[in-house]
């Protein structure tokens, strides 16, 4: 079974199309590793905690863009679709 643990909310839906049995999706945090026994702690959004054992375990945490960058997220969803816009504007122009 592949287990997914996420911080965002929204994912879920995504996933339906995978059978319960081979796919469980988990909202919450890594909290804790124990790589001698190749497994980890979720402590979950809802509350409590899920220890995950695993066979391979990938460690993703995240980017960092530069500020002022168009591709970062402005106050709202029409700054940065605007942000975006002056850019392809200005490759087009390029």
Do not use: C
């Not at 863009?65 to 975006?84: F, I, N, V």
């Amino acid at each position: 079974m592949r287990t997914i643990a996420v911080l965002g909310a929204g994912l879920k839906p995504q996933f339906s199309q995978y059978p319960t049995n081979k796919f469980e999706f988990i909202l919450g945090a890594a909290s804790s590793l124990d790589a001698n026994s190749n497994s980890f702690t979720v402590t979950l959004n809802k509350g409590g905690q899920k220890a995950i054992k695993y066979d391979h375990l990938i460690i993703a945490t995240g980017s960092y863009a530069k500020d002022r960058m168009p591709w970062k997220l402005g106050a709202s969803a029409g700054t940065t679709l605007d942000s975006l816009h002056s850019l392809q504007d200005k490759i087009r122009k390029a």
